[in-house]
């Protein structure tokens, strides 16, 4: 879905500020770092052997309506949420996590797992202002991986 149609879909419901113009779109980012070890099966190189990272996910959030305060949500709470998300896989070996039982765990992966779990959390905090646009796994400066559905 291209971000305009998203943002017209919206509507003009609920509470809060809207840009002056209407369907306007503010994105926040925020960056949650984590370590783990996984192993890339079937991998013809070094990918294969166990190894580890330190990751940074990078996640995106999108709205159109800010609070009485100007934010789309408080950075702190959005970080707060991350966390739980994402603390699930830090410090963990990847390939045991039930998450990644049907493939591996992967950049890719993991950025379409914190994805989904966290639109799943903010839907039960009940954050309708908002939902997640991408997450970016980072698993090097130069090595990274973005997922959005
Ligand atoms: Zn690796």
């Known amino acids: 879905m291209r971000v305009w149609d998203w943002a017209c879909r919206m509507g003009h419901e609920g509470e809060g500020i809207e840009f002056p113009g209407g369907a306007s779109l503010i994105e926040l980012t925020v960056e ?3 370590s783990a070890a996984h192993r890339i099966e079937g991998h013809p190189g070094p990918c294969a052997r166990l190894h580890g990272h330190n990751y940074r996910a990078l996640v995106t959030v999108a709205g159109e309506r800010l609070d009485s305060l ?7 709470e959005l970080k707060d949420l991350c966390s739980q998300v994402i603390g699930d896989l830090d410090h963990q070996y990847l390939n045991e996590l039930p998450a990644f039982r049907d493939g591996n765990p992967t950049a890719e992966s993991i950025a379409r797992y914190v994805y989904r779990g966290l639109a799943a959390a903010i839907a039960q905090q ?13 698993e090097s400066e130069r ?3 973005t997922y959005w559905e």
Do not use: E
């Not at 100007?70 to 702190?76: A, I, T, W, Y």
């Not at 954050?127 to 991408?134: G, P």
């Open 143 to 145: 090595s990274q991986a």
């Open 70 to 76: 100007g934010m789309l949500v408080d950075f702190g």
């Open 32 to 34: 949650i770092p984590f």
């Open 126 to 138: 009940g954050w309708k202002q908002l939902r997640v646009a991408r997450v970016t796994v980072c």
